[in-house]
């Protein structure tokens, strides 16, 4: 039976669900069963780790290099991002950027959003600590019109005040708002610099012009770097930091306790290192297990295009707990749009099933009539490989979407070559040319309010064609 107690926290009175049997046993746990719970919570808890390094990064890492500032405040970049932008994986370069780390212990944080012309795309996407897109705020949900928005943790009970267009609800207290705001061309930079300059979030007591509510600090632990979360059992100390944040959902009690036989259980310290050494190296086992999984699935399932980007992001509900399948989104490119909002072709191999490489050289056919179907804008990205970062390049060209259109040099039919390669295909071809490095490489496209026959498959990316 579940009793409730009461904990203090940042001055209020919350209820915390105490699950009984949390705890390790040391004395029956086997290897083999520690391997297969290593292998399960580690494919649960890339999503949980990988958003956690990233937020560390940006919002308590003061001093670093990827810092943007401090939790519960706004943060604009008045420019698209570039290859020293090396936090994130497979970053879009389409629209600046502004984020905000929202920490709704205390109270909610209030989203102010100007009216913006008609035409000109925005979101507003809104990632809880599992990584789930629980909601958002754009011109494809909300509207051009501009509008106030309360966002709530999960254990919010307040009265909402007037002016409040809408109220979204979190479930994990620390939520990344990512805001992305359409660039249709160099010059158009100081119009996006104005909006960014008008969204505004506030705490809902400024709002209301109450006393603000204190904020206890949390002794936050060191993440571990993109790397060391593929390989170090350290990996689990983190997940169990990071669980202490994330309330039990109903639907996974029974695996909170199962990960619990190890150790981790988010309400107690966890150490791997005080473990016996059989269970540390079958926890390390267990990790190798899950990035085995997740090659044959990517191998089976996303190289053939059968699992798209549309089937790895979007809600808890949307995603049904396919852990397996956020962990591959995580991977591939963290922060993903649910499809309504944009969808990711991914093109990783030729026309003959080969991975990609600058020592070749490639060409990416749109046939008249079969350019992406977007409402909004769409794009091809590069990315090296392993980083899957954008890629240096003399022409500080890290993409080409459908803004560039007019400098375009189109087909004899109309339709629209693109040049995929490392080196220049000539000054003609030049526009149609995206640099791509000397080694193995990843191309993404991106369809911002992709049509309907984006979304049911009736459209289908074309392959990239190798050259001599």
């Not at 930091?241 to 619990?260: G, N, Y």
């Not at 954008?390 to 629209?416: C, E, T, W």
């Amino acid at each position: 039976m579940r009793c409730l107690l009461k904990r203090e926290r940042s001055g209020s009175m919350q209820e915390v669900v105490s699950q009984p049997g949390l705890r390790a046993n040391a004395d029956t746990l086997t290897p083999e069963t520690a391997r297969a719970i290593a292998k399960d919570a580690y494919i649960y808890g890339f999503p949980l780790v990988d958003h956690y390094r990233i937020q560390h990064a940006f919002f308590a890492d003061v001093g670093g290099s990827q810092y943007k500032g401090p939790w519960n405040t706004l943060i604009n970049t008045p420019r698209v991002f570039t290859p020293e932008d090396t936090a994130i994986q497979t970053p879009n370069s389409d629209t600046p950027y502004s984020h905000i780390g929202l920490d709704l212990r205390s109270e909610p944080q209030v989203i102010t959003v100007p009216p913006i012309e008609e035409g000109r795309y925005f979101c507003i996407q809104l990632i809880d600590a599992y990584t789930h897109n629980f909601d958002y705020i754009g011109t494809r949900t909300t509207g051009n019109g501009g509008g106030k928005y309360l966002i709530a943790g999960p254990s919010w009970q307040g009265e909402v005040p007037a002016g409040v267009t809408k109220v979204i609800r979190s479930e994990t207290d620390f939520v990344f708002a990512f805001f992305r705001t359409q660039l249709f061309n160099p010059a158009d930079i100081e119009n996006v610099k104005r909006i960014q300059a008008s969204y505004r979030v506030e705490p809902l007591s400024a709002f209301v012009g109450a006393e603000p509510v204190s904020m206890a600090k949390i002794d936050a632990v060191a993440p571990l770097s993109a790397e060391e979360q593929k390989t170090s059992i350290k990996f689990f100390n983190v997940l169990n930091f990071v669980l202490k944040f994330c309330s039990t959902h109903p639907s996974e009690t029974d695996l909170r306790m199962r990960f619990a036989q190890v150790g981790f259980n988010g309400n107690e310290s966890f150490d791997v290192a005080a473990l016996p050494a059989d269970i540390q190296d079958a926890l390390a086992q267990g990790m190798a297990d899950a990035w085995e999984a997740f090659a044959d699935l990517k191998r089976t399932k996303i190289d053939t295009g059968q699992l798209t980007s549309g089937d790895v992001f979007g809600t808890r509900e949307y995603l049904k707990n396919d852990y397996l399948s956020r962990m591959v989104g995580a991977v591939l490119g963290i922060y993903g749009n649910s499809k309504e909002e944009a969808i990711y072709p991914v093109l990783s191999v030729d026309f003959d099933g080969e991975p990609l490489s600058g020592s070749n050289n490639y060409t990416l056919r749109f046939a008249p009539g079969q350019m992406p179907p977007a409402r909004a804008f769409w794009s091809l990205t590069m990315y090296k490989l392993p980083e899957s970062l954008l890629v240096a390049n003399p022409l500080n060209r890290y993409l080409l979407n459908s803004p560039m259109m007019d400098q375009f040099v189109k087909d004899q039919d109309g339709g629209l070559t693109l040049y995929i390669q490392a080196n220049s295909p000539g000054h003609d071809k030049e526009p149609n040319w995206l640099p791509a490095p000397p080694g193995p490489f990843i191309t993404y496209m991106r369809l911002y309010s992709p049509k309907s026959e984006a979304l049911d498959g009736r459209w289908k990316p074309p392959t990239l064609i190798k050259v001599s």
